[in-house]
Nanobody
């Protein structure tokens, strides 16, 4: 059974930094893509950043230049370095892994990020 375990959320002041981690366990196959989504209260879940197995990354316009996604294929782990955080970044951040076709698409349990002004 595939599981995604996230860590690294918390409370930080505007302008600060946080690093999120997400480890995929139970799969012997490196995910095709791993990414981070977020959902703020009253809003839909949105893509933050995604990275493929070969390291190609895409970002939401709102985080470009501030967030960096990376992954360690040997550990099936994805990271999100978040710098210069803004109150608008406050949300629950969810890890996502695409392990199709043998497995499927999986989500982490979510980790809260709160940025105070």
């Amino acid at each position: 059974q595939v599981q995604l375990v996230e860590s690294g959320g918390g409370l930080v002041q505007a302008g600060g930094s946080l690093r999120l981690s997400c480890a995929a366990s139970g799969s012997i196959i490196s995910p095709n893509a791993m990414g981070w989504y977020r959902q703020a209260p009253g809003k839909q879940r949105e893509l933050v950043a995604v990275i493929t197995r070969d390291g190609s990354a895409n970002y939401a316009d709102s985080v470009k230049g501030r967030f960096t996604i990376s992954r360690d294929n040997a550990k099936n782990t994805v990271y999100l370095q978040m710098n210069n955080l803004e109150p608008e970044d406050t949300a629950v951040y969810y890890c996502n892994a695409d392990i199709r076709p043998i497995y499927g698409i999986y989500w982490g349990q979510g980790t809260q990020v709160t940025v105070s002004s």
